[in-house]
Nanobody
Framework: QVQLVESGGGSVQAGGSLRLSCTAS????????????MGWFRQAPGKEREGVAA????????YYADSVKGRFTISQDNAKNTLYLQMNSLKPEDAAMYYC??????????????????WGRGTQVTVSS
């Protein structure tokens, strides 16, 4: 089993920045020493959960939703078992609950949440205009 815990959410004004963190514990060997994907998803009230960004822990390849390209950066610190999401130039439409997730295989692409095996409980991001 793998446990994921997010942190770093908060309330900012439009144009501001936040950095989210996701720390993994438990059977993390499979995440950091094999072909695993870790991703950030978000869900606003009344909307479906959507993929924001993902990273392949082995190759370091990154993937982003078009809506966040150029503003958000996903990164990892394997020594700390931690995934990050640096969010700059935040917009009111970025406000949501942000979740960290991990998956071994993504046959339907990185942004499909149903493929992810492990999930954190989320951290809230609020952006005021």
């Amino acid at each position: 089993q793998v446990q994921l815990v997010e942190s770093g959410g908060g309330s900012v004004q439009a144009g501001g920045s936040l950095r989210l963190s996701c720390t993994a514990s438990g059977d993390i060997y499979y995440i950091y020493y094999s072909s695993y994907y870790m991703g950030w998803f978000r869900q606003a009230p009344g909307k479906e959960r959507e993929g924001v960004a993902a990273i392949h822990t082995g190759s370091g390849s990154t993937y982003y939703a078009d809506s966040v390209k150029g503003r958000f950066t996903i990164s990892q610190d394997n020594a700390k078992n931690t995934l990050y999401l640096q969010m700059n130039s935040l917009k009111p439409e970025d406000a949501a609950m942000y979740y960290c997730a991990a998956a071994g295989k993504l046959p339907d692409g990185w942004a499909s949440p149903t493929q992810y095996n492990y999930w954190g409980r989320g951290t809230q991001v609020t952006v005021s205009s």
